[in-house]
């Protein structure tokens, strides 16, 4: 006789990026063991495709993660982990007071914490008729570099070339993807100090998590004010 096979609801949450609607069910205990293991492991290449593995396996509809942004995985999978597990993590802050530096068990409810604005527009004027658009990254981005890559100037750098759509000017709009990586490459080598600029605060503006947290020192009592962002700082 076959074991009875308990149904779990279903929950509905909103992709930032484009306003689509995502329905999904709670992950379950065996789903939990995979993310469990890939979070102890530290490799970010296998925590993120364990993280897309059991998201598109609690994901009722057909969704393409090559097209997901960064901020769209986090915020799946924050409302994911809020249904599955429970509203409200249990963290452990440092004291900013440098000669205490003692920690303070904080509880966060996920469904309080807000994603940061998104810019108004992907389009940057560099000079006069030259100009860019620009995507935000996906998670086919961050999969390509291990993390301290990403955290060098040359990984910036590299993030930019991907997340550039096209270069246009007064005479025609090029397709980057259609152009050698080299030729683009060349382009932002050329640009000033303050036109680049202009291109990686549209990267800094990308929307992410934040909620900021007060709380008193358990040991000086010191009150401290600090702000979370991104995903994995409230996993940790």
């Avoid at 993310?35 to 364990?50: C, G, H, N, Y």
């Avoid at 396996?57 to 995985?73: M, N, P």
């Avoid at 920690?103 to 527009?121: R, Y």
């Amino acid at each position: 006789m076959a074991l009875p096979v308990v149904k779990g609801s279903r929950y509905t949450t909103i992709l930032p990026s484009t306003g689509a609607e995502i329905e999904y069910r709670p992950y379950n205990v065996g789903e939990e063991k995979l993310l469990m293991v890939a979070l102890e492991s530290k490799d970010q290449s296998m925590i993120i495709r364990t993280l897309r593995d059991v998201m598109e396996g609690c994901i009722y509809d057909t969704v393409d993660f090559s097209k997901f942004t960064i901020f769209d995985f986090e915020k799946l999978f924050l409302a994911l982990r809020a249904k599955s597990v429970g509203e409200i993590v249990d963290l452990e802050l440092k004291c900013q007071e440098k000669e205490c530096n003692s920690v303070t068990p904080v509880s966060v409810n996920l469904e309080e914490i807000n994603l940061s604005d998104l810019p108004e527009s992907n389009t940057i004027i560099i000079d006069n008729d030259i100009g860019v658009t620009l995507r935000y990254p996906g998670i086919q981005d961050v999969e390509k570099y291990d993390e301290e890559h990403l955290q060098k100037p040359e990984g910036a750098f590299d993030m930019v070339i991907d997340c550039i759509d096209t270069i246009f000017d007064e005479e025609g709009v090029y397709n980057c993807k259609d152009e050698p990586r080299e030729s683009v490459e060349g382009f932002l080598n050329n640009l000033s100090s303050a036109q680049f600029k202009k291109i990686s605060s549209f990267f800094e503006k990308t929307p992410t998590l934040t909620h900021n947290i007060e709380y008193k020192c358990v040991k000086c009592g010191k009150e401290n004010d600090i702000e979370l962002k991104g995903l994995q700082s409230f996993f940790t």
